[in-house]
């Protein structure tokens, strides 16, 4: 194994993701051409903020005229989740100079968590395991930086799309990503609780409707999973009893 | 630059500080940060709250004055559309393209 087939194996092993993400890039950019964002500043946010779901709910927000502050809080709590992917792919990194941890931490995503997650559960002590790491990362990278110039190419094309009501494709995005998500009780109270604030929510100025729908469905799932491990614990104390 | 591209530009830049900052802060400190398991717990609930926060509201009154509950609505018929190609297939493409179809079938066909 050498550095550039670590590297070229990484790269490999993230195709399907790479397939997976390339029509939310289009759409992505779709949505931007449609909306007040200039085309660079789309291309722009694919390059450095680069976590999708954050990009497309920046879009949502902009056009409801929210405010920075208001922006850079959800942007925070959408991508907390990476700080748990890097706290769990922390052990196979911590060794590397800090160049190769900010590179890294730059580049990760849900995609690449997903593929070095089943990596280093096959190979715990790959030496060169962060040239694949890296392989992973910019193959998604590149992916998304050409399917996000495609969607603004073509949004700028047809640009009649705007008056259609394009913006319905992010609805349809995120229906697709959340409704798998509600096959649990918890999880689907939590989305039914943040709908409920969201809707009343929606006239508050700066989006903290936005912010208390969150705060009510985190509370609503938390109280729920609570209650329905502390059941199980007393089902299982009551059998043990008898 | 006008002030809403400047302002625009600075948010992006403030998003790729946020972002950049929550991906790299624990591969950079190393070990010496630890979760409370309270937070992963709420941190689980983030995706689904957010999402469907950021989207109920342009289903139900998409024009901003009040509840749409009606045959008219076309985010409502694609959105329902929606829901039900992801419950029977679980399939994300798919559920999509069914939704902007019947969306964009609903606007243009139905209501036109």
């Known amino acids: ?34 909306g007040p964002l200039a ?19 920046a879009l949502g927000l902009v056009a409801g005229h929210a ?20 706290a769990t792919l922390l052990p196979h990194v911590a060794h590397l100079p800090a160049r190769w941890r900010w590179t890294l931490g730059f580049f990760l995503t849900d995609e690449t968590f997903a593929v070095m997650a ?8 790959a030496p060169l395991g962060h040239w694949y790491f890296l392989g992973s990362c910019l193959s998604m990278y590149a992916n998304w ?45 939590a989305a039914v609780a943040a709908g409920a604030v969201a809707y009343l929510g ?41 | 630059m006008t002030g809403t591209v400047l302002t625009n530009t600075i948010m992006i830049l403030g998003m790729a500080a946020v972002t950049v900052f929550v991906k790299a802060a624990l591969f950079v400190l190393g070990d010496r940060v630890v979760f409370p398991p309270l937070l992963k717990q709420a941190l689980g609930f983030v995706p689904v709250t957010v999402l469907t926060a950021i989207i109920v509201p342009m289903i139900l009154s998409p024009n901003g004055e009040g509840l749409e509950l009606t045959w008219r609505n076309p985010q409502l018929v694609g959105a329902l559309a929606a829901v039900l190609v992801c419950v029977v297939t679980g399939k994300q493409l798919l559920t999509i393209a069914v939704a902007l179809g019947v969306f964009f079938a609903w606007q243009l066909g139905v209501l036109a």
Do not use: C
């Open chain 1, 67 to 86: 405010g920075l502050a208001v922006i850079w809080l959800t942007t925070l709590i959408v991508n907390l989740r990476h700080a748990l992917y890097a």
């Open chain 1, 145 to 189: 930086q050409v399917w996000t110039l495609v969607g603004l190419l073509f949004g700028a094309a047809f640009p009649q799309l705007q008056s259609l009501g394009l913006d319905f494709a992010m609805v349809a995005t995120f229906i697709a990503i959340v409704v798998p998500q509600l096959a649990n009780l918890p999880n689907f109270a």
């Open chain 1, 1 to 34: 194994m050498t550095r550039r087939s670590s590297f070229a194996a990484g790269a490999r092993d993230t195709l399907p993701m790479v397939i997976g993400a390339a029509p939310f890039g289009v759409i992505f950019g779709t949505l931007v051409a449609a």
């Open chain 1, 39 to 57: 085309a660079w500043q789309g291309q722009l946010m694919s390059l450095s903020v680069y976590a999708g779901s954050s990009q497309f709910i």
């Open chain 1, 202 to 242: 929606q006239d508050v100025p700066y989006k903290l409707g936005l912010m208390a729908a969150v705060v009510a469905g985190v509370a609503v799932g938390m109280a729920l999973q609570r209650w329905r491990s502390g059941g199980l614990e007393a089902g299982r104390r009551g059998e043990e009893a008898a």
């Open chain 1, 118 to 125: 089943g990596y280093y559960a096959r190979h715990p002590r």
